[in-house]
């Protein structure tokens, strides 16, 4: 059974700072990666897809990383802001596009 | 430009009701799922579909049923409502592995 592992569970960190968020994962056959930020009360955003045969993507001040092998991934963001405090969720994608996801990393970027 | 409207966003039913919980999708995607999301169990999938008249059970399915009758829709029924069933229910859609969009959710409370 695939499990989706996040760390940490929280994070703080002052304004500007940049910062690295962990998912692992204990099946390497998956079809993707996908990282999601969800705001309090609120549905989930997507930020950024990896393919499997993808070794990591671009978005702005975001970047996801991909090692299948390792079953690892990191989501990278740069000069962190304020508005960047938000739950980051990671999940993989099974054979029927059906998601597994992490518990998630919550982030708090302080003034 | 709806993306994924569920409806209702807030509902409190008593022990033993029934309800529905519908989710529309307008992006004319073939992928449709119900996730649950709790405090430190993060998402899991309820049930989901491939393409309209199929479904399928995820991984927590008991005390759930679903229909997809037209593509667009996908409806998430409880027969008899527990109070373990007090949740955030998500629905999403997206083709097979990308495209993945999430409703905004639906807050229920079994009491």
């Known amino acids: 059974k695939q499990e989706v592992t996040q760390i940490p569970a929280a994070l703080s960190v002052p304004e500007g700072e940049n910062l690295v968020l962990n998912c692992s994962f204990t099946d390497s056959a998956i079809y993707n990666l996908q990282w999601f930020r969800q705001d309090p009360g609120k549905g989930l955003t997507s930020l950024l897809l990896?393919?499997?045969?993808?070794r990591e993507q671009t978005s702005g001040r975001l970047n996801a990383s991909l090692d299948k092998s390792s079953g690892r991934s990191t989501l990278y963001i740069a000069a962190s802001q304020p508005g960047d405090s938000a739950t980051y969720l990671c999940?993989?994608?099974?054979?029927?596009?059906?998601?597994?996801f992490g518990k998630g990393t919550k982030l708090s970027v302080k003034p | 430009n709806a993306g994924v409207t569920q409806t209702p966003k807030f509902r409190v039913l008593k022990t033993g009701q029934s309800m529905t919980l519908l989710c529309a999708q307008d992006m004319n995607h073939e992928y449709m799922y119900w996730y649950r999301q709790d405090p430190g169990m993060g998402l899991r999938l309820i049930h989901y579909s491939v393409g309209e008249g199929t479904t399928a059970k995820g991984e927590v399915p008991d005390g759930y049923n679903v229909s997809r009758l037209k593509k667009q829709n996908f409806l998430l029924g409880l027969e008899s409502a527990a109070p373990s069933q007090t949740s955030v229910y998500f629905c999403?859609?997206?083709?097979?592995?990308?495209?993945?969009?999430f409703g905004s959710g639906t807050r229920l409370t079994v009491v």
């Open positions: 990896i393919q499997s045969s993808q």
């Open positions: 999403a859609s997206s083709y097979r592995f990308h495209g993945y969009t």
């Open positions: 999940a993989v994608g099974g054979s029927q596009g059906n998601l597994i």
